[in-house]
């Protein structure tokens, strides 16, 4: 052996070879297994199929080792993904919730000044315009409106996606027509967001 070595290296040699002297000390060869099946009273000659056995129990014990960390791994996947996304629904239900009403007000088509009254026979269509603030930008944002007559019984639902958020100051509104058969008395608008009511108006028909 031409390669010198190195005191630390030596040592690893000498370890080596001490634990292959007793690992070939603990083993046993084909005749020393048949000298101990005979002195059982077992028969010699099954050995070999008894090792077939072994090597095949081995082989699924192994199988099924390799499964378990295939699936263990498969499940941590799906908990590393179901934890991201969590975070990120999280972290989107925290921005909606901050989202609220900073301004509204009752407009008509043809005028854009806050009304309060607003008569039946004109079949006129109404607007509920609001201002929103702190809107997450650059989402969409799924909002509602409720029109609700003088009974408490919700007549019109408008339901729709915004476009994309630009600034955190966010107008947007929904309509209604009010026909010649609307009940009489004091409608109550609601714009919600996901379900949440962020802002709420009240007018009357006469």
């Not at 088509?109 to 309060?116: A, C, E, V």
């Not at 029109?147 to 100051?169: H, M, R």
């Not at 010649?180 to 409608?187: E, Q, Y």
Request: hydrophobic fraction near 35%.
């Amino acid at each position: 052996m031409n390669q010198r070595l190195n005191e630390e290296e030596l040592n690893q040699i000498i370890y080596e070879v001490q634990s292959l002297q007793l690992r070939q000390e603990s083993e046993l060869n084909k005749q020393q297994v048949q000298q101990i099946l005979q002195e059982l009273n077992l028969p010699p000659e099954l050995l070999d199929e008894a090792l077939i056995q072994l090597r095949r129990r081995q082989a699924l014990q192994v199988e099924k080792s390799r499964n378990k960390l295939i699936i263990a791994s498969m499940v941590a996947g799906v908990i590393i993904s179901l934890g991201g996304w969590l975070f990120v629904s999280q972290k989107e239900s925290s921005l909606l919730a901050n989202v609220s009403s900073q301004a509204d007000r009752i407009t008509l088509s043809s005028n854009n000044s806050n009304i309060t009254n607003i008569s039946r026979q004109s079949n006129s269509e109404v607007f509920y315009r609001v201002t929103l603030k702190d809107a997450p930008i650059g989402k969409k944002l799924s909002l509602s409106c409720n029109w609700i007559d003088p009974t408490g019984t919700i007549v019109k639902q408008n339901k729709y996606i915004t476009k994309e958020v630009a600034t955190s100051i966010f107008d947007t509104h929904c309509r209604y027509t009010i026909n010649p058969s609307a009940k009489v008395g004091n409608w109550q608008v609601q714009m919600l967001l996901d379900g949440r009511k962020i802002s709420d108006e009240i007018f009357s028909v006469e």
